[in-house]
């Protein structure tokens, strides 16, 4: 992880997703962290935004992709989106550990 990143990951672990998006809208490496755009996008609300911003990722394949993928179709009511995408989670990575397993069924469960 890079000292953007790690600065990033506590501006969104502080809740201050204002600050987020301001500092990586500045940062002339914005377009390599289109991920963690996404990802505050979907913290702050802005939904429509982040799902935008995750479909011009290049690299739709991980789980991580996927998984925020599910949890901004939960928060636009798109359910069965969500569903089909926990599923796949579920059935197709095996590399997952206890705890992103238990978080998945969890927002599994929900939807």
Do not use: W
Request: glycine fraction near 4%; include cysteine.
């Amino acid at each position: 992880m890079t000292a953007i990143q790690t600065y990033l990951v506590s501006l969104i672990k502080t809740k201050q997703f204002k600050e987020a998006l301001g500092y990586l809208n500045n940062l002339p490496l914005k377009d390599q962290l289109v991920y963690e755009h996404a990802y505050i996008l979907h913290r702050a609300g802005e939904n429509k935004e982040a799902l935008a911003k995750l479909k011009s990722s290049g690299d739709q394949s991980t789980s991580q992709y996927r998984h925020l993928l599910s949890q901004i179709n939960y928060k636009l009511f798109e359910y069965e989106k969500s569903v089909k995408q926990y599923q796949e989670i579920l059935e197709q990575d095996a590399h997952l550990d206890q705890d992103e397993i238990g978080d998945i069924a969890t927002n599994y469960l929900a939807c």
